[in-house]
């Protein structure tokens, strides 16, 4: 059906406990772009929260080609969501009694941060909210909780800014809403080791930086740091490298995207015109 | 129209970011109990996250009336929900881009604790997880961002147990999945200060407890206090004032409902009967 037809209930505990997961994967001409990774990821993420929908991996997969080819789209945002339901039992508020679903759905490209923006660089904010502790919420597990997220892009936008960095408690640079965060300094690349999703386009930059004899590490950054940095780039499937040039107060490379930022996005866009990670959309199915 | 064809996009940033506050409040004999103090709280809670849906709290307070009527329900619970929506302006990533709405249905009678295990006391387990700090995210803000709390259920489930309670960081307790939670000790009663809905249910308690010639305050508890105390109860919207008669390992009163667990439990149904803090639904609107 099309998407603007499709419905959750809002009794599903998918909605009034955000009891769900999902992954997103994206196709690129035409071409499902490292879809075992996240194939892989959104098991992992079923799996933690105890979600197990009637489909097999091989049919969520086949679902998955089958959205791309009835939504007739060559580039999309292809998203599969697992949904905790509602109970068989009426009136249970029993987790094992609730009957999980699959959801699929492909739309046309989206960017996190627009086209224009990337092109000057994105604006950041460092939000003063802290992150929910991975002690409390995974952050690996892909979900959908986002009020510390919203809540920095609140601030975000009260400063002018395109988009937010949250830090947790004690400082340290976790994520930020839909991306994975990096510095660069003194050619070194680093993105955090701590409150932040294992983003497949976060693993992806770490190898190009080993194919480009970057220095590559996942490693502590502390909100501090931000401001020596030499430059800053984001990393998200919705997106891919995106350079920013301020965060805060702080200006980098003449107010434009960094030289190694802009390679490494260079890098990462020629391994798909490259064919690398690649699974050509089956139309015909 | 039937709850049962009520429908949330999953496109809505209400689900796909838990960009989202709600309310729920009870019909009891077909009439509405605290509506004000519930609509107080929604509005404070829609002015925290920024949502602003175009009908004013008269017409919200009207809807409600009107899906209790078109429900035919006597006894009920209303839920009244307000979502961020999605962005006006295709692409848009802005939260002040979104339309945001309201919805509202009534359903029959929900008791978070089911009558039966009620009736024999609940039995709670603590969960080894930590709340979601209040400054991450504001507890008094009703959301339905429950991962730590589904945590706690799933704990709960793989000990046997019927619900969970959930603490902080630092061992203090927090609240459960869908209630705050009481202590009494030397018939004194305790809420927790911290970490938790500032629940209707909850505040009812202690005025009844005023009333009642009970101390009562809201005030630290730590999970080493669970052991010792004399009786444990629940306090929600959806059931009322609910006994608990076995925390981990810890039975309370001869495995049953305690006394003075009882005695505000049926002070708590007087109330509604003697018709305090009660609105008529409005039938033919």
Known sequence: MPV???????????FTRSDVVYDVVHVFENGFFRLVDHLDRFEASMRARRLAPPETREEMAAILHRCVALAGLRDSYVAMVALRGRPRIAG????????????????????VIPKDVQARGAHLWVASRPRVPDASVDPTVKNYQWSDLTSGLFEAQDHGADSAIVCDEAGFVTEGPGFNVFVVKDGDVRTPDRGSLHGITRRTVLELCGAMSLKASVAPIHR????????????????????????NG???????????????????????????????????M
Chains 1, 2 share one sequence.
Request: net charge negative.
């Open 224 to 247: 501090d740091d931000l401001e020596g940095a030499d430059e800053v780039f984001l990393a998200t499937t919705a997106g891919g490298v995106m350079p920013a040039s301020r965060v």
């Open 250 to 284: 702080t200006i980098y490379g003449n107010d434009r995207p960094g030289p190694i930022s802009l390679r490494i996005k260079e890098a990462y866009w020629q391994m798909h015109r490259d064919g690398l990670h690649r699974t050509e959309v089956i139309r015909d």
């Open 92 to 111: 249970s508020r029993r987790i094992e009694d609730c009957d999980n679903h699959f959801m699929a759905y492909a739309v046309p490209w989206i960017d």
């Open 4 to 14: 603007a037809e499709a419905s959750v209930s809002p009794l599903d505990w998918a």
